[in-house]
Structure formats: C-alpha cells, structure tokens
Nanobody, 115 residues
Framework: QVQLVESGGGLVPAGGSLRLSCVAS????????MAWYRQTPGQAREWVARIGNDATTYYVDDVKGRFTISRDNAKNTVYLDMRNLEPEDTGEYYC?????????WGQGTQVTVSS
C-alpha cells in the first residue's frame, strides 16, 4: 500500500511563506499527475495545485502567483511553495493523485495563517 507523508506546515503570519513536502513510498509516483489539496473544517477537500508528469502545472485562481508546485521524481516528492500567505489559506493540506484519487490519503499537514 502506497503511503503519502506530508510535512512542512505551521503557523505563520499573513504575508509569510511555507514550503510543504509530500513523499510517496512508491517508484510509480513519477507516472501520475500529483496535486495538493486543501481542506477546511466543514468543507470538502479541494485541489489547489496540480503538476503533470511532464511538469505542466495548474492552479486554482486564488493561489495563482502565490503558490508554486514542483516535483522531484527521483525522490518521489512533490512540493508546494507558498508565499504571501493569507488567512484564507488556512487549512489541512494533503497530496494525492489527480484528478482521480489513487493512493490512500496521508495524515496531512496543517497550515495556519494569522491575520
């Protein structure tokens, strides 16, 4: 069973930056489109950034220009660089495949942005 381990979250003031990492325990990681998802209390988990196996990237509108997704297939790792963070970015962040979820969800990493 593939494991996903997210890390890098924390408490930052508005305008701050964080780098999230997600390590997958599988060499087939490189075959898949990967995404970062965000979940807030009472809301569905939604993707905020995606990266193809050709490194093509997609973002939802409210993170464009502030978040950058990247991947290192040799390390089975996907990153999310977050800058100019806003209180609205607060949530639990997860990685997984996209658009279809293939792997079991990891524990996520909490990002809290204070105003």
């Amino acid at each position: 069973q593939v494991q996903l381990v997210e890390s890098g979250g924390g408490l930052v003031p508005a305008g701050g930056s964080l780098r999230l990492s997600c390590v997958a325990s599988t060499t087939i990681f490189s075959h898949h489109v990967m995404a970062w998802y965000r979940q807030t209390p009472g809301q569905a988990r939604e993707w905020v950034a995606r990266i193809g196996n050709d490194a093509t990237t997609y973002y939802v509108d409210d993170v464009k220009g502030r978040f950058t997704i990247s991947r290192d297939n040799a390390k089975n790792t996907v990153y999310l660089d977050m800058r100019n963070l806003e209180p609205e970015d607060t949530g639990e962040y997860y990685c997984n495949t996209a658009p279809i979820i293939i792997f079991t969800w990891g524990q996520g990493t909490q990002v809290t942005v204070s105003s």
